[in-house]
């Protein structure tokens, strides 16, 4: 090879790690290679020489086959990483030589010329030898093989695995061979399996035993294909596309439709990655074409080989990233154990006495990602025959639907009363299958399956099961949450004054829903006939309820007379409410033990008693009154703390309208800050007095947003006492006031 | 090589979709007939599938690899898996490994002049197999080695190929049968004043059945429709053999059946033909037998004493009739008639146990099938329109029916009461025509034959009753009869042309055909099988099974409901 078509930079680089070796190392090289460097050492024309002789076909040959297994596989390995650290190298040929040997060979090999060290001390190939490393070499069987195994193999004159099999292979009556059922099929299989079954998973995460049953039934004859399809199922958790929750394994069924029909022929790699935590469709259609050659001719990988095979995938940083520290270990390579893992999970290599045999077939793609023709039949017993020239797309229509009976060899899907119900709850009619299948078929729908279909429709539409919350509540809440836009942000139906059915969503995320809007939590009921009969009636006592009163305030009254859980109706404890509702309940509870035994209403008697006695300002008394009222006084000190904060009995200085945030008059920016106080916090009110036409009003305001115009800030929220919304300029607030809700309601 | 309007679909599970719309269908269905079984023939694909038995017969009736590899190349409208030549050649080539002819005759010695005992030679032709056939110890029972095979009994041959198939591998049976006593016969086409002539499909049936004598032929079962005259078949193949033939069918009505057919049709002298039932103990060159009489013995370790007595006749035939119905303690019976020739005649070889390969086994391979559909399309049995009407419930017998035991449920629905109006509806609707009202429940029935106002034939009613009633139906003295099961049997009432099942067994595939069967008679008009189903029901699920099978075989089956 002239040096013209070598390497450029390698080539520059080896001659200039020959120009810097020592005089004396350099002279050794010159002495062994060359003959005697001559008195005077010409290092330039010492490299030339030198680089002469490697060029000469014979000493290539030599150089090359001098080296055992383990100089091809580190020559071999720097070859295809290109230049390498040690730390790399060692790295990639864990497993297969010790920490001193590679040292050593890596030295010996340097003597040899057949490596060099670089100026930033990586190991490359010593250009001169390329060809002939690539050919003796770089060769798969050596940087990957198992070699024992497959010497004894070619050895044997036994194909490659994957290919036709002899006689030897049909021993079962009539020489039906075992069929390896590809990963694009298993996927298929798995989608439909998932589609009927809700727990195909335990704990540990193999497949259930019915699963394992049923896969044996649609795949015969393949051992595999119950590990393939439990690392399937996996592949799918891992990514997001499947997750557990209270009643099994939640399926994304579109997403996995799109896996499906996205990836072809990397299907197998998509998943491989998935389960090891290294997705991407880049990634896995890289790592189709670099195992493409492998897989076909049915290579045996070594276990070290098959990491080491991984690692050189594209995408990879075999030989460490560029410029980095030769010295420097490289940072452990994510996931090649685990992809390592997920190729052997999925069958794609079958370990056999220590390494790891591809199977080709499991990566075959017999199904076409799209099809215009006619591609299955329909008869009127249900069973729908899928052809070859369905598409992947097609199939998972069909599963959609139906119910797998057999995908070994010939697919058939059995529409029946279970399947169709399942289409129906995810939003397919009898009109749209039977659209489906007779553009499929290219043919009618025979009338028994008509009728069928329409009568599991009926079916289906006369019995329902509902699944979520019942909300209930009174005119005014019901008023808050259809004006709110509650309704909108949630799954919901109205089905009745005050009655919203909430399905598909959590508890939490209603009583967020509600907070966000104004309205307390909710109590979780057990009967709702006992919530009605207390909320809105007399309570068995004969007491009325006070004025302004909620249901939720009757409930302490009656838990402590009791002094226990409250309980529902026929005697039987409530059941526990939750988080929330169980502090909020307790604290009823402790709250009720203040009040009088008559639960009246009125305001409490210390702090009214202590007000009656102070000499304060009409105004402020009006206020304090108010609080009181409101039940934000709870000691006599802490109104005396209030009437002196305020400048004092004498009233000099104008209670605030709240024990917080006030602005007024030309304080704009305090305005606002009232303003996104209010908006930040729960439960909190602003008392607002502005001038609209002329007019002063004032009202109490339940905020809910902030909007900026070009000129100014509008204001939206909803008047507390009627329920209407309001938009309000800052501009125009003359006073606006925070007031912190509390926990028992509006006023 | 693909033809992208070929009419089969070859599929690696070894099954091939046929389309029954495409262009050269009946070429692909009649070269598959050689290779393969079909399974079923809906309305658009039917369902064939080679199976191990399929292809031994492919070979033994000559056909090669190469020919079932050239059909499925031709007729294939995509490519063939790649596997199944390879799988077919495999399995056809381990047709003729194993060879069963007569032993050659025993060197003259004191024990062979006083009482030479026939045996047979079992030849195999791969060294392998036959070292493995030496060591099998259970084989070693039947089959002792001698110079150029095993040596084996006469009366151990059918146990021997059993065992064989079992282990996947077939034996060419060329060893010779027994002629039997000469008994000729000859078709009357006259049938005594009502002509009558032999169909093609009937012919072919006998000629694929004697296959001209050849070895490894003269035995073997014939598959037709019901109503397509399978008995006519039966006495052909007789009149083609000319031996003293035994036939073995059902009941004693079946029995008569044949009886009478057999003098309308044949030239045969009314003393020759002997009836062996539990009335009557004739042995005669044509004995008709029932499989009952065949299997009963005293209890269950005693031997079968009137099959002692049968097999010693010299017959040259014996005719299964209904051979899907062997009973399978018969099977070790006939196991031991393998050296006569043996037809068997079925409609149906689905059996609910699954011993179909037996019955292939030990009566010998399929010979002639033909579906029911293709006879109906040329006009040679009745064309037959299936109905399921679904009737609901009264409110008072929908909540009977909710709260009743899970047994209890399947005679509520049985028992609707407004089935009862249904079938009057249904009964007004055909007045006139031959109309039989089948059900399961005899009070029901008695409660239908009494509202209908016509007879009732029950397994209680005495023999000679029945025949009178068959007698005055076939007359058209009678154009309405209410039955149960025993109508599902061989009884002959070529003028019904409606059936009415109010009620039926657990959706036995082969009652259904039975019944189908029943109306399938050629007539001039069309027939009428009606099903009648109470809405969400058990019965919906049994007549869901039921109906399956029924369009499987091709039948059209329409679904409505009965509205009050």
């Known amino acids: 090879m002239t040096e013209r078509k070598m390497d450029a930079t390698r080539l520059a680089q080896w001659r200039e790690a020959m120009l810097a070796e020592t005089s004396v190392s350099l002279r050794a090289l010159a002495s062994n290679y060359l003959g005697a460097a001559g008195e005077k050492l010409d290092k330039p024309k010492l490299v030339g020489a030198i680089a002469a002789m490697l060029d000469d076909p014979e000493a290539q040959r030599t150089a090359v086959a001098m080296m055992d297994r383990l100089d091809a596989l580190i020559v071999g390995t720097v070859s295809l990483a290109g230049a390498t650290s040690e730390a790399w190298l060692r790295d990639l040929l864990v497993g297969e030589l010790s920490f001193h040997e590679l040292e050593y060979r890596l030295a010996n090999l340097g003597e040899r010329l057949l490596l060099f060290a670089t100026q930033d001390g990586r190991w490359a190939v010593n250009p001169h030898f390329d060809a002939a490393v690539r050919a003796g070499a770089a060769r798969a069987d050596i940087l990957f093989g198992a070699a024992a195994e497959e010497e004894a193999r070619i050895a044997a004159g036994t194909p490659p695995a994957g290919g036709a099999q002899g006689a030897e292979g049909a021993e079962a009556l009539g020489g039906v061979r075992p069929r390896i059922m590809p990963i694009q099929e298993l996927a298929l299989v798995a989608y439909g399996l998932l589609r009927d079954c809700r727990e195909p998973l335990l704990k540990d995460g193999r497949l259930a035993a019915k699963l394992r049953r049923r896969l044996a039934a649609l795949c015969p004859g393949d051992p595999g294909a119950v590990g393939a399809v439990e690392a399937i199922v996996n592949a799918l958790l891992a990514a997001g596309i499947a997750s557990r929750d209270d009643e099994g394994v939640a399926v994304n069924f579109r997403a996995f439709a799109e896996l499906l029909c996205a990836h072809r022929e990397d299907l197998a790699f998509a998943l491989a990655g998935m389960l090891s935590g290294r997705p991407g469709k880049t990634r896995s259609l890289a790592a189709a074409e670099a195992c493409r050659p492998f897989l076909d001719r049915g290579f045996v990988f070594s276990c070290a080989g098959l990491r080491r095979f991984i690692r050189f995938m594209p995408g990879e940083a075999a030989g460490g990233p560029p410029g980095a520290d030769a010295q420097a270990a490289p940072a452990p390579v994510p996931g090649v154990e685990a992809y390592a893992d997920a190729l052997e999970r999925l069958g794609l290599v079958e370990r056999e006495a220590g390494a790891f045999r591809c199977e080709p077939e499991r990566a075959l793609c017999p199904w076409r990602a799209a099809s215009q023709e006619a591609c299955a039949s329909v008869d009127g017993s249900g069973a729908i025959h899928i052809l070859p020239s369905a598409s992947l797309r097609d199939i998972v229509e069909l599963l959609d639907i139906g119910v797998l009976k057999s995908a070994s060899g010939a697919w058939t899907i059995g529409l029946t009363r279970e399947s169709a119900r399942r289409a129906f709850t995810a939003g397919k009619t009898v009109e749209d299958i039977g659209r489906m299948l007779e553009r499929m078929s290219g043919r009618s729908l025979p009338q028994a399956i008509a009728f069928d279909l329409r009568m599991w429709e009926d079916e289906y539409e006369a019995i329902k099961l509902y699944r979520g919350y019942l909300l209930s509540v009174d005119a005014a809440s019901a008023r808050i949450i259809e004006q709110s836009g509650l309704l909108s942000r949630l799954p919901n139906e109205a089905i009745g004054e005050g009655l919203y059915y909430f399905g598909n969503v959590s508890g939490a995320t209603i009583e967020k829903a509600l907070a966000d809007s104004g309205l307390p939590p909710p109590a979780l009921r057990s009967s709702v006939r006992q919530a009605q009969a207390r909320s809105h009636q007399k309570s068995a006592s004969g007491e009325a309820k006070a004025p302004g009163q909620t249901a939720l305030e009757h409930e302490p009254r009656e838990a402590a007379r009791g002094t226990e859980a409250p309980r529902s109706g026929d005697g039987s404890k409530a059941p526990a409410a939750k988080g929330h509702d169980a502090g909020l309940r307790a604290a009823f509870a402790y709250l009720a033990e203040g009040l009088p035994a008559s639960g009246g209403g009125g305001s409490p008697a210390l702090p009214a008693g202590e007000l009656a006695r102070m000499n304060l300002p009409p105004g402020l008394r009006k206020k304090l009154e108010e609080r009181v009222r409101r039940k934000l006084i709870y000691t006599a000190g802490q109104l005396r703390a209030i009437v002196e904060s305020e400048g004092g009995a004498g009233g000099r200085k104008a209670l605030s309208a709240d024990f917080g945030l006030s602005a007024k008059g030309l304080d704009f920016p305090g305005k606002l800050r009232v303003i996104q106080a209010a908006l930040k916090a729960t439960y909190s009110r602003l008392d607002i007095r502005w001038s609209s036409e002329g007019e002063i009003r004032s009202c109490a305001l339940r905020p809910t947003s902030l909007r900026k115009t070009e000129k100014d800030y509008v204001l939206e929220g909803e008047d507390v006492s009627s329920g209407d919304p309001l938009s309000i300029r800052v501009g125009s607030m003359i006073q606006v006031s925070l007031r912190k809700g509390y926990l028992l309601g509006d006023e | ?564």
């Open chain 2, 1 to 564: 090589m693909s033809n992208d309007k070929g009419p089969m679909i070859v599929q690696s599970d070894l099954s091939i979709l046929l389309d029954v719309h495409a262009p050269r269908f009946e070429e692909a269905r009649d070269a598959l007939a050689g290779f393969a079984l079909l399974e079923k023939s809906p309305e658009h694909l039917h369902t064939y599938r080679m199976t191990p038995l399929s292809l031994w017969n492919a070979a033994a009736a000559g056909l090669s690899p190469g020919d079932v590899a050239a059909a499925l190349e031709e007729f294939s409208r995509y490519d063939v898996p790649k596997d199944i030549p390879f799988i077919v050649a495999d399995t056809m080539s381990r047709f003729g490994a194993l060879v069963l002819r007569d032993a050659p005759q025993a060197a003259e010695s004191a024990e062979s002049a006083a009482a030479p005992t026939p045996r047979l030679l079992l030849g195999c032709s791969d060294d392998l197999l036959e070292r493995r056939l030496r060591g099998d110890k259970v084989l070693a029972k039947w089959l002792s080695p001698c110079e150029g095979g095993f040596s084996l009994r006469l009366v151990d041959r059918g146990t021997v190929k059993i065992e064989l198939l079992k282990r996947g591998w077939p034996v060419r049976d060329e060893a010779s049968l027994r002629e039997g006593d000469p008994c000729p016969l000859a078709l009357d086409f006259s049938g005594k004043g009502r002509p009558w002539s032999l169909r093609p499909y009937q012919a072919e049936a006998v000629a694929s059945f004697v296959g001209g004598g050849r070895p490894g032929t003269g035995y073997g079962v014939v598959v037709l429709p019901c109503g397509s005259g399978k008995t006519i078949v039966g006495m052909a193949a007789m009149a083609a053999v000319g031996r003293t033939t035994l036939v073995i069918t059902t009941n004693v009505a079946a029995v008569h059946q044949w009886r009478d057919e057999l003098l309308s049709k044949t030239d045969i002298d009314p003393s020759m033909i002997g009836e062996y039932t539990g009335a009557a103990k004739e042995l005669k060159p044509v004995t008709i037998a029932t499989y009952q009489i065949l299997t009963w013995r005293p209890d269950k370790n005693a031997d079968f004493p009137h099959f002692e007595v049968l097999r010693k006749q010299p017959w040259g035939l014996i005719v299964c009739d209904e051979v899907h119905l062997l009973p399978a303690p018969v099977f070790r019976v006939v196991a031991e008639l393998q050296a006569v020739r043996r037809l068997g005649l079925t409609a149906t070889l689905v059996r609910e146990d699954g011993k179909e390969e037996d019955v292939f086994c030990l009566i010998g391979p399929k010979r002639y099938d033909v579906p029911w559909k293709e006879l109906e399309r040329k006009g040679f049995i009745a064309e037959a329109w299936c109905k399921e009407i679904r009737i609901p419930m009264a409110d008072e017998t929908r909540l009977a029916y909710a709260i009743a035991a899970q047994r209890a449920k399947i005679r509520i629905a049985a028992e609707n009461s407004i089935k009862e109006e249904v079938v009057k509806a249904l009964v007004e609707h055909h007045a006139g025509e031959g109309i039989l009202v089948i059900g399961q429940y005899i009070e029901q029935l008695k409660r239908y034959a009494a509202a209908l106002g016509a007879p009732l034939i029950t397994g209680a009613t005495p023999e000679a009753e029945r025949e009178s009633l068959y007698g005055a139906f076939r007359a058209g003295q009678i154009r309405l009869l209410v039955v149960s099961k025993v109508a599902n049997f061989a009884i002959d009432l070529p003028d019904a042309s409606v059936a009415i099942q109010i009620s039926g067994s657990f959706g036995s595939r082969q009652e259904e055909a039975q019944r189908l069967g029943r109306v399938l008679r050629p007539k001039e008009r069309n027939s009428f099988f009606y099903s009648l189903v109470s809405r969400y029901s058990v019965e919906e699920e049994f007549a869901d099974n039921r109906r399956r099978f029924l369009i499987e075989q091709g039948y059209r089956y329409a679904i409505e409901t009965w509205d009050e």
